[in-house]
């Protein structure tokens, strides 16, 4: 072995180190290792006609969501046929074509989806969940479909002139460039996000929400209102923004009496938690670990087809970062899973109520109709929550532990 090559596998073995280094670390929570779920019968919690009605609600949304990814891709196979026409109809420079066929594309794959998103809106007003018109929701597809163009329009950009510059190392400063970029947007874009929300008001249940942020240990975090009771019925809370912009946002349909003041209590504990064991960074961090092995694999991809230089593999470019994306997607969900497990952890520890995080789940399963226990397939690619069963699981593994 020449010591080129020596270097060279010395250099991957470092990395590799340090790249399970980094998700060991990022891996940890709170939640007992040794901690085991009992097993929890559906069948005692909700109805056989509950149940059932949430399977129903759930198994058009989940095929209906398959479908759809798979008729995008389809568009992306289409269209890497499709790209040298494409280009040699634009005299615009090897960036400008790269950008024309990038945005071609983006339109084509988002104009296949609308039938799906009707469809499932369809679905949702027809079980009292979605309360959007057809015209609604076609006008608030713009700005994202208008997000989409212009972002990928900078992201193109950015890799085709990287590549023309850097034909062999691109995907090294392009990996660290974008995680940069990701961490801007998780900084700065929760202040517009919030924008046309409004704090709690001035009540015993908002005084004892901020109460729960401060046994968390982040006392200082805002908390926003947002109105989506014009649009759903569907209940949500989430936590955004990292270091400053870090905040907690409530859905007006998480109020009396749909959800009693002790449920409520659990949900927002259970964002706090999120903040107090910085969950949004640790997602930023799998984002980089995840992020550059893709620039890494999409630099060998489009080597065998010419390079990312050349405007005509554009397409291929987004086929492939679909396709990983698609392939990462049960780690993602085991991840995201693990970080909200510790937050359900989090708000049994912070509230002590075991009684309302079980209602909390129980209503789950009946006003939002998410399906208590989904199958196998659907659980692993689509699931990023505990299921609701595992959830009261880890209730009662937690009465067993603090009786």
């Keep these: 072995m020449t010591a080129t090559r020596l270097a060279k596998s010395a250099t991957l073995v470092l990395v590799a180190l340090i790249w399970f280094a980094a998700g060991y670390l990022l891996w940890q929570t709170t939640v007992p290792g ?39 891709l389809g568009v992306l196979v289409v269209f890497v046929f499709l790209a040298p026409r494409i280009a040699r109809a634009f005299d615009v420079g090897r960036v400008g074509k790269g950008v024309m066929i990038g945005t071609a594309t983006t339109l ?31 006008v608030q597809q713009w700005p994202s479909l208008i997000a989409q163009v212009v972002g990928l329009t900078i992201v193109l950009t950015v890799l085709l002139l990287l590549a023309g510059r850097f034909p062999r190392f691109w995907w090294a400063i392009a990996g ?9 947007l998780l900084l700065l874009l929760p202040y517009v996000e919030t924008i046309g929300t ?12 901020r109460e729960l942020a401060h046994k968390e240990g982040v006392g200082s975090t805002p908390i926003r209102v947002q109105r989506v009771s014009d649009q ?28 009693t ?12 938690g999120h903040v107090a064991r910085r969950h949004v960074w640790k997602g930023l961090g799998w984002y980089a670990l995840l992020t550059i092995p893709l620039f890494f ?3 060998l991809a489009t080597e065998w087809r010419g390079g990312m230089a050349r405007p005509e593999v554009v397409p291929f470019a987004l086929l492939v970062i679909a396709v990983f994306n698609l392939a990462v997607i049960p780690f993602t969900n085991v991840v995201s899973r693990r ?36 199958p196998g397939w659907s659980y692993v690619w689509l699931e990023n929550h505990p299921t609701l069963v595992q959830r009261i699981g880890m209730v009662k593994a937690w009465e067993a532990r603090n009786p």
Aim: without cysteine.
């Design 176 to 184: 660290p460039l974008f995680v940069v970029v990701a961490f801007l």
């Design 108 to 138: 084509a794959a988002w104009a296949v989806a609308l039938p799906f998103g009707f469809a499932a809106l369809w679905w949702g007003r027809r079980y009292g969940i979605e309360k959007s018109s057809y015209g609604d929701w076609l």
């Design 261 to 272: 003041p002790g449920q409520i209590r659990v949900v927002a504990a259970h964002e706090f």
């Design 34 to 72: 040794n901690l085991q779920l009992p097993h929890v019968d559906a069948h005692r919690y909700w109805s056989d006609a509950a149940l059932h009605r949430a399977a129903h609600f759930d198994r058009f949304l989940s095929w209906n969501y398959v479908l759809a990814t798979l008729a995008q």
């Design 297 to 299: 694999l999409l630099y």
């Design 198 to 209: 409004r704090p709690p008001h001035h009540t015993k249940l908002a005084a004892q929400v």
């Design 339 to 374: 970080y909200e497990a510790e937050a359900d952890w989090r708000a049994l520890q912070t509230t002590r109520d075991p009684r309302d995080a079980i209602g909390l789940f129980k209503r789950f399963g009946t006003l939002d109709l998410e399906q208590p226990n989904p």
């Design 232 to 259: 759903t019925t569907a209940a949500n809370a989430e936590t955004i923004g990292i270091g400053p912009s870090a905040r907690v946002v409530f859905w007006d349909t998480l109020n009396p009496p749909r959800y």
